[in-house]
């Protein structure tokens, strides 16, 4: 083969190269998901939206809109929700982001493992099926009723895809009362023990009792216990509106201590039409007992 051929030759096998690497991208971005810009919630149903129910594998859970704030239910209990938490799920559905159809009929016939209901008194605003996050990708896919098409979009909805009470309660011991003026603590057999605003380092001890925790929430008992026969210590908490909030606590065999929960509303006050009804149970450590009794016997 004479140089000029060879020459010939490996014009031709780039020329042909270049070809094959100009066709790629069309290639590429015909496989490509398509995206637009969109939201699961339209924005303007945020303030509107009174009532969000999540189902999965046959357990609801609702979450309703009272005028002190959000509560949550599985049908057993009915309790304070954390408002941080039900704002972040509505945050995240009315954020209009990057969304993707999926083109894979394989993924598009995947059962869903949550469905969530927005919605008013009156008013269905969607109701979004959830399905399983890409592992490669991070995007969590999704239907929305109305639509033949599946879509992903980066996923900050897991975390709010729970349909267990104690993820949703509030955390804190003291529930509803946010401007304490009064604390009444009696262990079975001891003197009551009161802290008020007239109270020496009142500031102080407000705080310590503020930051205990609860742990697990439990379902109210029809039994003894339910009717405050047995307890081991009473907490009692008021405020400067004729609010009260009572914490029953009964000894476990394990350490640790079952509260028994009660609200009792001012009358006309904003929940007084909810009374009886805000009754529920959660369990406390052995340690934290013990810190809410050294600050009622603390100098």
Known sequence: M??????LCLLAALTCLLCCISFLPSVSQKSAPKSFQSALLNPSHKNEVSEIIIESGGQMLTLAHQ???????DGECLLPAENRLVDGLLNSAIKIRKMYTILDSSRANQPSFFTVHFRDDVN??????????HSLTNRISFAVEGKNKRYETNDDFSQYLQTTVSYWA????????????????????QKIRRIDENSADFSKKLHDLTVLRHGLVLSPENSAQADFAGFSARL?????????EVISCFPREDGAFRCEYQWFFAAGGQGADMVGSLRFAFEISGWTYNRLREIFTQD
Do not use: H
């Open 236 to 244: 009692t908490v008021s405020d400067g509106q004729g609010n009260t």
């Open 2 to 7: 004479t140089l000029l051929n060879k020459r």
């Open 67 to 73: 005028a002190f704030g959000w509560t949550v239910s």
């Open 170 to 189: 509030r955390s804190a011991l003291i529930q509803l009362i946010s401007e304490p003026i009064a604390f009444v603590f009696q262990e079975k057999g």
């Open 124 to 133: 269905l605003y969607t109701i979004v099926d959830f399905y399983a996050v």
